[in-house]
């Protein structure tokens, strides 16, 4: 008895010890996050600094960059610069990574983040707009991954994709959004196993995020989501935290996230309808 029960002991304590997130394990590290100009994207870039770590932000607005900047490095950044530009380029997309190359030596963490502004409604048969959203949320995550992979080989390091829940299970209103966010799963689930089968030891982190209350989420949907939603700094941590640690998926909040997409495979159509629960409907015609 004494044996087994040991053994699960010790277990449980590598198993915890595996689990434990310490702000050390951020220090020094080279870090690229995108849309760190505001919300979410602009509280890891905070984060990140009080853990000592050198960030490279970008997003398209120069001067709220330059106050992102300003106060990483009065919060203890092992250094903070930005590259502007927009990632409807994909030129530009790679032009930030060659950056981190030729200002930091390399690279340990790529945190995609930022997002194209889109409507929230009905979808308005605007392929454009889905063709351009799909290049903003999408096609840049992958030029962006591509161009860091031979610096993250090196360091052994990591990819972090910010996604939503809009990127598991259909929602309504986000029509465009949302097929980039599953495209997005489709691309890195895909590229974690053949690293995987390579021996690739770079870890991918898709982030599935709840609500949470950016201006610009809270502008949108604060009125019509029935939800309140989770605070930006917290949620910042937990993805670092999460990406930290390496872990395959990150689930915020918890009881928003993971434990509704557990019907998925079961209750399918419960599941959307727990999704339409959520919102307050406008009337429609005949409806
Ligand atoms: P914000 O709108 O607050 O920030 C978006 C960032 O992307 C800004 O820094 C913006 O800066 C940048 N950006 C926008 N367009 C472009 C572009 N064309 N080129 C380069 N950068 C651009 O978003 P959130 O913080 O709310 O969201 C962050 C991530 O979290 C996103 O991936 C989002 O999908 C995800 N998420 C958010 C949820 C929420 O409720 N807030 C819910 C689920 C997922 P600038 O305008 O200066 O370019």
New binding site residues.
Partial sequence: ILIPSLGLVLAFWFYSARDTFKPEMLRGKRVIV?????????QMAYHLARMGAHVLL????EA?LRNVVQRCLELGAASARFVSG???DTAFAQHVVREAQASLGGLDMLIL?????SYFGFFDGDVEHVRKLLE?NFLSYVAMTTSALPMLKESEGSIVV?????GKVGFPFTVPYSAT?FALDGFFSSLRQEFAIQSINVSITLCI????D????VRAAAEVLLER?AP?DECALEILKGAALRRRELYYRYSSTRLPLLLRDCAAELLDYLVRSRYRLPATPGG
């Fill in positions: 995108t849309g760190a100009s505001t919300g979410i994207g602009e970008t997003a398209r607005t709220r927009t990632m409807e983040n930022h997002v194209g502004a903003i910010v996604s939503s829940m809009a966010k995020l709840g609500f949470i950016t201006e610009r989420a939603p930006r």
